[in-house]
């Protein structure tokens, strides 16, 4: 198994991410091959003084980075010796099975439709986010590549979700419903109306609108949406999940007692942070290409770039990818006979 | 000042809702009346042996109740008796200033609409949540009475926002905010970029997009959205809260140590459900229309509902009606221009 890695989208710089690689070639041995994709200088500059002493490991150079402010696809498309452009060319051209970055999300998610390609019949690649919740977790998609999404779109999203969280997240029959303002089957807007229309055709354990309520419940597996409220809600758990830890430790330091009592019940806090913590999952995996595409925090470090490699290590050899093309295959003969009803007859 | 309580629809009886009634009048010297609007047959069920002994008690009998599961214009048209009906017709005939009710939201809200009506120049009522988070709390509009919104009607959820942060939050100057999937200018969907772009010419102290990450950094404090993002945003929220407590209650139960730990420090965790505590709020304020509307959480207790008129007081005494219509007035004219820039031609 080959992954490109491209080095030079992080806030730490690249040697926290050579840091990760290094952790995650020594626990993993499916790893034949990893590329180092970014300028060879930096990269040099942060391996240590004798090279990185493992043969799996290999440089390939790129001039240029698409920057957390740059526009993605105009972006791909001037800065032709991006990194993550050229780590994407690796998984195009059949070198890399698979690629991560930590840069801009919609450089990733752009070279992933551009460079990458698409699998057969997905019309949108979108982003998986796995949300840890007592006990399991649950996966919101689309977190945010699309602002603008068609009913069919869900319904794909649906698929692949359900694909993601049965092969890789081990969910038997994983529960998909869509993220609407209320549980009852009339409630909605156009898009997930006509969203929850088509999911109820498909091969699914569809179980019809979910609301904010049902997340941290334990009621839905796969939770699908339009990237604008995707990334409204990833980002307001985040928010919240951030305020209360702040709001708790300020508390806890009031006084004496309190610190007391802090100190006594630290394991528990400890407990729910790893829980509730980003790192564990490394990242997102960007689903529908034709190639496995992950995005790691720009913020990740070492541990979290170790999780990023480890994850999508994992869904590389479940060949998670030919399953989406099958159930999206399959999927699309009923939503093509439901949206034009006309090429039927 | 004389206030409508329809004490049919909370989860627990009309007796609870009495006894809130109860220990508001006790505080309450500005309250000049308050009807309780619902089955006479329950309230006097519910009162004590001999009566209210308040001469401020009005009862006002009402043979139908409209239901959680009802449609609520539907129910609203068919069951001419129903208790937020006679409630509505209190304030839109000029007996009552304010009603609250516990009841079906939607049926609150159409009862706003076509019993109490609009205040002039606003083209649609919202809700208004108050979301608390450290130190303070800011405004989420609307918060899921009208799943499709246009532009016009979140720049004018923007104005009411502004003037319910101010006028009753006491904020000073509040920052109001589009929500939106990143904070550039450039990120946002059909509706909420054309609404950023009528925002700016507003007179408010617009401070563009605001995303996820923003709610509890205290970096805005009137959040503004269409209903079905703004549903979803605080369902989500609530879901988020009560699972990260049920998750730290039981990391604390899990042996003698923590459980020590947590009960030294559990005036920490008090004041941190105190703080996140809806009952503090009482329910949500339906903003727009010709009276004050005032929505209280079905699962509402005597506290709650007390506070729910204590809140609706203090929103009577503060004229914001009459702050809303200036305020509305004056945005309108620039909306028009804006909207319809042939007109002014």
Redesign the interface.
Known sequence: MRIAVDVMGGDHGCGVIIAGVKAALLENKDITTIYLVGNKADIHAALPPRGFRDHRVRIVHATEVIEMEDKPVVALRKKKDSSIGRAADLVHDGHADALISLGNTGGIFAAGTFKVGRIPGVDRGCIATVIP??GNEFVLLDA?AN??CKPLHLAQFAVMGSVYCREILKHKNPRVGI????TEDS????LTLEAFRLCKKLDLNFIGNV???????DHVDVVV?D???G??????????????F???K???M?NT??K??????????Q??RR??DPEVYGGAPLLGFNGIVFKSHASARERAVASAIRVTASTVKNHINQTIARDIAAANKILDAEINPSANT
Chains 1, 2 share one sequence.
Do not use: P
């Not at 993220?179 to 209320?182: E, V, Y």
């Not at 609301?211 to 419940?217: I, S, T, V």
């Open positions: 919740r007592q945010g602002t603008e993220l609407s303002n209320g409630k909605g807007n156009d609301e904010g309520h049902d997340l941290f419940k949406c990237g604008f409220v990334n409204i809600v990833l980002k307001t758990i985040e928010s919240l999940a951030v305020g209360m702040s709001m708790l300020r508390e806890l009031h007692q309190r007391l009592g802090a100190y006594l019940a630290k394991d528990a806090f407990s729910i829980r509730m």
